[in-house]
């Protein structure tokens, strides 16, 4: 096997993160190739923290990590982030980081956009971002505005496209706010910020061809989850990149014939942050209990996630439409105290049952989750390494999944610690 896809299967924050750390082991390179650093993924490594936003997690590893093409990247975010590693004792330079020239970045502008936009006492609509800039810059690059890392060769151009964002959106900006932004400060920020990233930056869909070329084993890392996938999530309330596997190809340039194995992380129950419809969630001491023990509060933003039982329906869209071949379940330790645990396998929406996915399910729509509801196991399952010591509750609950699911789950993690998992398939090796 050399070349191994991680995406998220409900909406983030399902433990890529700690996935790819564990995998990253037997990978020459990790590569990120959509998102930006509205990701937050949290590794832990005998008890010391990593928190990565835009860095791929393979860095803590020491491995090569390339950010790709699709990324949307901050230039001022990502200097910090690479202080910040440094401070913790990684060691990053232009051996271990390579960022394409072809990515685009985001400015100061997209973020000061993006929070105006989620401002509702100016009465906008709230989708519930993480405020960092990441639809505004995506716009860009859609509507053929934006600034890539190739862009700073030739100063005067850079300025005149710095110029003429800032005067698209100052149109915008001046009616809401009765004032226009400056393009000059940032560009000035934004050019001395570049000197110090310049040596990172290179022609990433060579070197991906070059690595492959000698069937080096690389790791693409995925970031949010399917279902704020713009194309294929809950639109409106998605982020602005393709979040499905297919997207490690165009977001890295990588031939799609190289993508080979497809691992899906799931979550052993379901949460959200931000806004938009959530059918199996518990608003109510069930939700409470899941996110006080699985400790759910967003890493990047702080905010309270919304929890609720797994849900089948969902993670079987995510299979089919992201070609998965392999699933990771992870935080089953959260469950350890529950008498009952619940799977959804159905939706009832105006008495009509739904056994796939419905289109584009709307906050309004009153969808009631049909459950299997199973037996706890009520013991200890946090850092178990062996499926055959999970209590048998737990193993039902597994297997019961993986049937449901119909799709084989290959690791199970039992904690956060990076060797709190039971491998049941060698994926990558
Ligand atoms: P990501 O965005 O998908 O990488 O996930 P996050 O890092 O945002 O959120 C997952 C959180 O759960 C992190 O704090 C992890 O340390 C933690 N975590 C991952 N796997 C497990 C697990 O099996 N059990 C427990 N209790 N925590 C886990
Ligand atoms: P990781 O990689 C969870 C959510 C935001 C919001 C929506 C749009 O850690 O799993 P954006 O800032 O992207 O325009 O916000 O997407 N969101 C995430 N939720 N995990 C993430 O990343 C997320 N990245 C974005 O909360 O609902
Ligand atoms: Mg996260």
């Given at each position: ?17 700690k ?21 937050g ?10 928190k ?33 590693i ?13 960022i ?32 960092r800039?990441i ?11 934006g ?17 003429s ?9 001046e ?16 050019l ?14 060579l ?24 194309d ?33 992380i ?32 967003g ?11 797994l849900?089948?329906?969902m ?43 419905p ?71």
């Amino acid at each position: 096997m050399s070349n191994l896809v991680i995406v998220g299967t409900q909406w983030g924050d399902e433990g890529k993160g700690k996935i790819v750390d564990l995998l990253a082991s037997s990978a020459d390179a990790v590569v990120r190739f959509q998102g930006g650093h509205n990701a937050g993924h949290t590794l832990v490594i005998n008890k010391k923290i990593f928190k990565l936003s835009l860095l791929p997690s393979g860095i803590v590893r020491q491995k090569l990590s390339i950010i790709g093409n699709g990324v949307v990247v901050d230039p001022l975010h990502l200097e910090k982030e690479i202080r910040d590693i440094t401070n913790q004792g990684i060691d990053v330079n232009s051996s271990n980081l390579v960022i394409s020239s072809d990515s685009f970045l985001i400015l100061p502008i997209h973020k000061y956009i993006d929070t105006l936009r989620e401002d509702q006492k100016k009465g906008n609509k709230k989708i519930g971002t993480t405020g960092r800039g990441i639809g505004p810059a995506y716009e860009d690059k859609v509507s053929r505005r934006g600034i890539r890392f190739s862009d700073f060769k030739n100063s005067r151009e850079l300025e005149e496209k710095f110029i003429s964002i800032y005067n698209y959106h100052n149109v915008w900006i001046e009616k809401f706010e009765g004032k226009e932004i400056s393009y000059q400060n940032d560009f000035e920020t934004i050019l001395k910020c570049y000197e110090k990233l310049s040596k990172y930056i290179d022609n990433t869909w060579l070197l991906l061809k070059q690595l492959n070329d000698k069937k080096r084993k690389i790791l693409f890392e995925g970031a949010q989850g399917f279902y704020l996938d713009l194309d294929h999530g809950t639109y409106p309330f998605v982020t602005s990149s393709n979040t499905v596997a297919s997207n490690a190809s165009t977001g890295s340039g990588t031939n799609p014939n190289q993508l080979e194995k497809i691992l899906g992380i799931t979550k052993a129950y379901t949460t959200r942050v931000g806004n938009g419809p959530f059918p199996t969630e518990e608003n109510n001491e069930v939700g409470e209990k899941l996110g006080k023990i699985g400790n759910e509060f967003g890493t990047v933003t702080g905010r309270k996630r919304r929890c609720g039982w797994l849900d089948i329906v969902m993670l079987k869209k995510a299979i089919t439409i992201s070609g998965i071949n392999g699933l990771v379940l992870t935080k089953l330790d959260v469950l350890d105290s529950f008498t009952h645990v619940k799977i959804c396998t159905s939706y009832k929406i105006n008495n009509q049952i739904f056994e796939d996915y419905p289109s584009n399910i709307s906050g309004s729509q009153h969808v009631v989750p049909i459950y299997e509801t199973l037996k706890g196991w009520e013991e200890k399952t946090k850092g178990i390494t062996n499926f055959e010591d999970l209590p048998l509750n737990a193993q039902n609950f597994v297997k019961k999944i993986q049937l449901l699911a119909n799709c084989s789950i290959d690791i199970v993690s039992t904690g956060p610690e990076r060797d709190e998992n039971i491998i049941i398939n060698e994926v990558f090796n």
